[in-house]
């Protein structure tokens, strides 16, 4: 069964900076595409970023193009997010998800594997 760790969330203040991880476990890494989703609080999960296989290709919310970079290494079947310019409405549970079969969607029901969540919190 395949594993997903999420790690480096934390409290920061707005402008500020993270990157998250998403170490991969028990699964064939390199063939999946990732993404990255949040759930605000009170609120429903939604898309963050995605990266294809290979690393070549890669898609952003819109509410995070230019701040976020997602990017992955394949070796150490790791995927990560670096999140710069942090706002307040960047506050949520960070997912990392695994998609086997490359279907490049932004709906979380195509991922068939989810990580248990690393909290991000920004301070106005």
């Known amino acids: 069964q395949v594993q997903l760790v999420e790690s480096g969330g934390g409290l920061v203040q707005t402008g500020g900076s993270l990157r998250l991880s998403c170490a991969v476990s028990?699964?064939?890494?390199?063939?999946?595409?990732m993404a990255w989703f949040r759930q605000p609080p009170g609120k429903e999960r939604e898309f963050v970023a995605m990266i294809d296989s290979g690393g070549r290709n890669t898609d952003y919310a819109d509410s995070v193009k230019g701040r976020f970079t997602i990017s992955r290494d394949n070796y150490k079947a790791e995927m990560y997010v670096q999140m710069n310019d942090l706002k307040p409405e960047d506050t949520a549970v960070y997912y990392c998800?695994?998609?086997?079969?490359?279907?490049?969607?932004?709906?979380?029901?195509?991922?068939?594997?989810w990580g248990q969540g690393t909290q991000v919190t920004v301070s106005s």
């Open positions: 028990r699964g064939t890494f390199s063939t999946y595409t």
């Open positions: 998800a695994a998609d086997r079969f490359g279907d490049w969607k932004h709906t979380s029901n195509f991922y068939f594997a």
